[in-house]
């Protein structure tokens, strides 16, 4: 099968879904690579690279769509790639379709078929493809927010890290699963007193053992404005699979929280934790609200994009493989988890939502 991978267009983007090494690896199994010409410049991997192992540079969107049916991307399509896209198509991409019926409704329209990363489950119920951009997204919060905590950034003027005669940062982070144990892992190493929430009590005992110093709470609504209104940074990254993100940090909470504190609230793609938050970008990082710094972008990834290119590259490559050399009913009726899930991860087919969670977050909208 023909293999396509656009430049992305989103703010501040500047991921490949694939590495010329992963793409090589696609060019030997006999599956024809075409990349629009600087897809991989702003993860330093040139057009040069690509051709040499083998893949076609097509110059336009218009041009790469044309030459491909599995459309590989990292993140959902905006106005250029929605105008390329069709009914043969398959679109394998991060998409966080129950934060944006509009998308949902538009690719119905098409008839493309749609396969979010983000709904590929594995073997032991974990989410393979979001793993690899949580990690990432979840160290940048820490690190994001600790300097949108300087004076010069708006923030109360806070070092997260004690030193000595000072108080100690205090960071909150809001979900214990794999964003926020990164998140946590770095403002531990920052030096912060950290506190983490979430409802689930293994992956709490799991944290404390790893980091004996700091504090794991159940969830609550009264623990998390208790907590919050202590914090000089809250990060947001709680996620119920599939659905809208839950709202856990209530405006009327925020409204009460320190002056200069800082919110990064990393589950933005799915509509965001924090009640009344809006999006920002790497551009436009941040905004203040009742005297809190609020940052909510929705691809935090792509500010090291060579990493996150990696990264993702790796995680993605079996499934890439797995799509292109099969036919998804086959995948269907395969004895293979790992195929299976890819069937089972579709969400949108010829023109009808197909995963019951999304039809479900939709109805509610
Ligand atoms: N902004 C970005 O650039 C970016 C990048 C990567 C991931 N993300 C997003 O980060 C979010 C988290 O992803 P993840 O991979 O860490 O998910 P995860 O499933 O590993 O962790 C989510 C955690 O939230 C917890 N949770 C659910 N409801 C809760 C509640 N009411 N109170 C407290 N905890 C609750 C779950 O128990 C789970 O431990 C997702 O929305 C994901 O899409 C954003």
């Given at each position: 099968?023909?293999?396509?991978?656009?430049?992305?267009?989103?703010?501040?983007?500047?991921?490949?879904?694939?590495?010329?090494?992963?793409?090589?690896?696609?060019?030997?199994?006999?599956?024809?690579v075409f990349i629009q010409e600087n897809a991989g410049i702003n993860s330093g991997y040139s057009d040069q690279e690509y051709r040499s192992i083998g893949a076609q540079t097509v110059s336009s969107s218009d041009e790469l769509y044309k030459s491909a049916q599995l459309i590989v991307k990292v993140k959902q399509p905006?106005?250029?790639?929605?105008?390329?896209?069709?009914?043969?198509?398959?679109?394998?991409?991060?998409?966080?379709?129950?934060?944006?019926?509009?998308?949902?409704?538009?690719?119905?329209?098409?008839?493309?078929?749609?396969?979010?990363?983000?709904?590929?489950?594995?073997?032991?119920?974990?989410?393979?493809?979001?793993?690899?951009?949580?990690?990432?997204?979840?160290?940048?919060?820490?690190?994001?927010?600790?300097?949108?905590?300087?004076?010069?950034?708006?923030?109360?003027?806070?070092?997260?890290?004690?030193?000595?005669?000072?108080?100690?940062?205090?960071?909150?982070?809001?979900?214990?699963?794999?964003?926020?144990?990164?998140?946590?892992?770095?403002?531990?190493?920052?030096?912060?007193?950290?506190?983490?929430?979430?409802?689930?009590?293994?992956?709490?005992?799991?944290?404390?053992?790893?980091?004996?110093?700091?504090?794991?709470?159940?969830?609550?609504?009264?623990?998390?404005?208790?907590?919050?209104?202590?914090?000089?940074?809250?990060?947001?990254?709680?996620?119920?699979?599939?659905?809208?993100?839950?709202?856990?940090?209530?405006?009327?909470?925020?409204?009460?929280?320190?002056?200069?504190?800082?919110?990064?609230?990393?589950?933005?793609?799915?509509?965001?934790?924090?009640?009344?938050?809006?999006?920002?970008?790497?551009?436009?990082?941040?905004?203040?609200?009742?005297?809190?710094?609020?940052?909510?972008?929705?691809?935090?990834?792509?500010?090291?994009?060579?990493?996150?290119?990696?990264?993702?590259?790796?995680?993605?490559?079996?499934?890439?493989?797995?799509?292109?050399?099969?036919?998804?009913?086959?995948?269907?009726?395969?004895?293979?988890?790992?195929?299976?899930?890819?069937?089972?991860?579709?969400?949108?087919?010829?023109?009808?939502?197909?995963?019951?969670?999304?039809?479900?977050?939709?109805?509610?909208?």
């Amino acid at each position: 099968m023909k293999i396509g991978i656009p430049l992305e267009i989103m703010t501040g983007e500047g991921r490949v879904p694939l590495t010329p090494e992963a793409c090589s690896e696609l060019v030997d199994a006999g599956h024809p690579v075409f990349i629009q010409e600087n897809a991989g410049i702003n993860s330093g991997y040139s057009d040069q690279e690509y051709r040499s192992i083998g893949a076609q540079t097509v110059s336009s969107s218009d041009e790469l769509y044309k030459s491909a049916q599995l459309i590989v991307k990292v993140k959902q399509p905006l106005h250029q790639d929605i105008a390329s896209l069709g009914s043969d198509h398959i679109l394998f991409s991060y998409l966080h379709l129950a934060a944006d019926a509009a998308l949902v409704e538009t690719l119905c329209d098409i008839g493309v078929t749609a396969i979010p990363f983000e709904s590929v489950v594995d073997e032991s119920g974990q989410l393979p493809l979001l793993r690899p951009m949580s990690q990432v997204a979840g160290r940048i919060a820490a690190i994001r927010g600790a300097s949108l905590l300087f004076r010069n950034r708006g923030g109360r003027g806070i070092l997260l890290g004690g030193i000595d005669g000072a108080e100690t940062g205090r960071v909150v982070v809001l979900g214990a699963g794999t964003a926020g144990s990164h998140a946590l892992a770095s403002a531990v190493a920052l030096g912060a007193r950290v506190d983490v929430v979430d409802l689930n009590e293994e992956k709490l005992a799991a944290l404390k053992s790893q980091y004996p110093d700091i504090e794991t709470h159940l969830s609550t609504a009264g623990v998390i404005e208790e907590l919050c209104l202590e914090a000089d940074l809250v990060v947001g990254a709680v996620l119920v699979a599939g659905r809208r993100a839950p709202i856990v940090l209530k405006q009327s909470v925020i409204e009460k929280m320190k002056q200069g504190s800082v919110i990064v609230d990393i589950s933005i793609d799915q509509g965001g934790c924090v009640e009344n938050i809006k999006t920002t970008s790497s551009e436009n990082l941040c905004y203040t609200d009742h005297g809190v710094i609020h940052s909510a972008v929705p691809n935090m990834p792509a500010t090291v994009a060579r990493t996150s290119s990696q990264s993702l590259s790796s995680a993605i490559l079996p499934y890439v493989l797995q799509l292109a050399g099969s036919e998804l009913a086959v995948m269907a009726a395969s004895e293979s988890v790992q195929e299976r899930a890819l069937f089972q991860a579709i969400a949108v087919q010829s023109g009808s939502v197909v995963d019951k969670v999304l039809q479900d977050e939709i109805k509610k909208q």
